[in-house]
């Protein structure tokens, strides 16, 4: 299934950098302009989607899920 | 109260760009130099936090949050 | 941007019934073969999506935020 | 505890169908009239549950983390 | 539909405080032993499940969604 | 990177009680004045932020990851 567009407001295009394999969740640590940005998700899904070192992807946030602080 | 570490490896500092106030939640969309990052929080943190256009802020966004897709 | 795959691993194919607008956000009820599914997304999305009753969309649901009960 | 109504929109009925374990967290999917519904919960919260594959549960998702895609 | 057990870890009991309503999400505070604990849930909900100042409820947060941070 | 505030209006105090670890995510339980409250966060962060049975930290939670029942 292809998807034109998703309502996912941030999207930040990277390189997968590094993944830490897990029996259920893996991370996957992706490269991007904005500096490295962390993600969790199943392990089945970093096989579906043939993720490795290299690999360009996308990672997405819903903006209801950013939190805001000041310094 | 002043936090001095945080487990969400996901932060992105920038300045507020735009708020779109709602009776209880608001928009906020932040000038990061990974671009825009909206976020969707209560109206009465908005306030509390004291966000208006040009405030510097760090958006935080928890590893679980983030989804991953292939171009 | 066009997607070809995405790690999020619940998909719901529907058509919009409803749209309930706010001022930011707006919530979406889907038909689906499951029933009726709701989403909550900002309303800049559902001007950007052109979403309206009888559009096609997926509702996608990370792996993560499903709760599961007993009856 | 019992519990007789909740504020998650979005309900969907079945039987699990699988369960991976692992150290921390689980993956559950369930069988439901929309396909298969992937969960991933704390292992305490499986056992606690008393989850196996049969066992008739609902999965449950909070309006604010369905995301929309258009194809 | 009443559920026996839900696998949602950390349950907060209390009483309806005070809500905000919005055309489509509404606050709801909820006095609790540890304190005010305010959800955000869409104003169906809120009808639905018929909250109002002094209704006893639960708030449920599913282990995934809580963050850490050290003083 | 000292934060002063955050948007996140949920905020319980308390103490480690128990870490169970695993490969990619861990179960971190806090003692609170409102009980356990029970967090799964990135291996990493555990490390990074040295938690530990003992170590006095803050629970965070999202008002839209709030959900909401009546018993």
């Known amino acids: 299934m292809s998807?034109?567009?998703i309502n996912v407001r941030n999207q930040f295009r990277g390189k997968v950098k590094e993944i830490?394999?897990?029996p259920v969740v893996s991370e996957v640590d992706i490269e991007t302009p904005a500096g490295i940005?962390?993600?969790v998700i199943?392990?089945?899904s970093v096989?579906?989607?043939g993720l490795a070192?290299?690999?360009e992807?996308?990672?997405l946030v819903k903006a209801t899920e950013v939190s805001i602080a000041k310094l």
């Open 3 to 5: 998807i034109k567009a």
């Open 20 to 22: 830490i394999d897990g």
């Open 37 to 39: 940005v962390t993600s």
């Open 42 to 44: 199943t392990s089945r």
């Open 47 to 49: 096989r579906d989607l």
């Open 53 to 55: 070192p290299g690999v």
């Open 57 to 59: 992807v996308v990672a």
